[in-house]
């Protein structure tokens, strides 16, 4: 079964949805298998989002996900990857369809809820950089 590394970030926690947007995942048949709340260091948030370190908005997006505590968590389903980015919705909450994460939730395109692995290897990459072998069971 194919496992995904999902992020609830800054703007969703300090709004207290986490529950909301769990629940959006249990009802799209994604199983959260572990999940912890911690802060993100500027220098975790860079390295975590080093892809996009030449983005204009890299330094907004690392001190944005250093800002306030998130929620990281691995969820666990058939085609979990493809299935979470469906129910989180387009990058940009204007462009996301009805009923996802970030058409609900987002305030724009920084500030969006959630992130969500986008391929095998990256959520691998991913869950091995917030969760131990012995956190995931
Ligand atoms: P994520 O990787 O967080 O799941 P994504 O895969 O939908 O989101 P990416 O293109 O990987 O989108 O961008 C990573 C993150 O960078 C976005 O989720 C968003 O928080 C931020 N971001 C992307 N584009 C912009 C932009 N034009 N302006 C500001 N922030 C942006
Ligand atoms: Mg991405």
């Keep these: 079964v194919e496992r995904t590394l999902s992020i609830i970030k800054p703007d969703a926690t300090?709004?207290?949805?986490?529950?909301?947007?769990?629940?959006?995942?249990e009802d799209a048949?994604?199983?959260i298998v572990a999940q912890?709340?911690?802060q993100l260091t500027m220098a975790q948030a860079g390295q975590f989002?080093?892809?996009h370190k030449d983005r204009p908005f890299y330094g907004e997006l690392c001190e944005?996900?250093?800002s306030k505590p998130v929620v990281v968590q691995?969820?666990?389903g058939e085609g979990a990857i493809l299935k979470n980015r469906e129910v989180m919705g387009a990058t940009n909450p204007a462009d996301a369809a009805p009923g996802t994460i970030r058409a609900?939730?987002?305030e724009s395109v920084g500030e969006n809820s959630v992130h969500g692995s986008?391929?095998?290897e990256t959520a691998a990459e991913e869950i091995a950089y917030f969760f131990s072998g012995l956190e995931l069971v």
């Design 14 to 25: 300090k709004r207290n949805l986490t529950g909301k947007i769990n629940a959006k995942f």
């Design 29 to 31: 048949g994604l199983r």
């Design 36 to 38: 912890k709340r911690i």
């Design 49 to 51: 989002y080093i892809v």
């Design 64 to 66: 944005f996900m250093a």
């Design 74 to 76: 691995v969820l666990e």
């Design 104 to 106: 609900e939730f987002a």
């Design 118 to 120: 986008d391929a095998p």
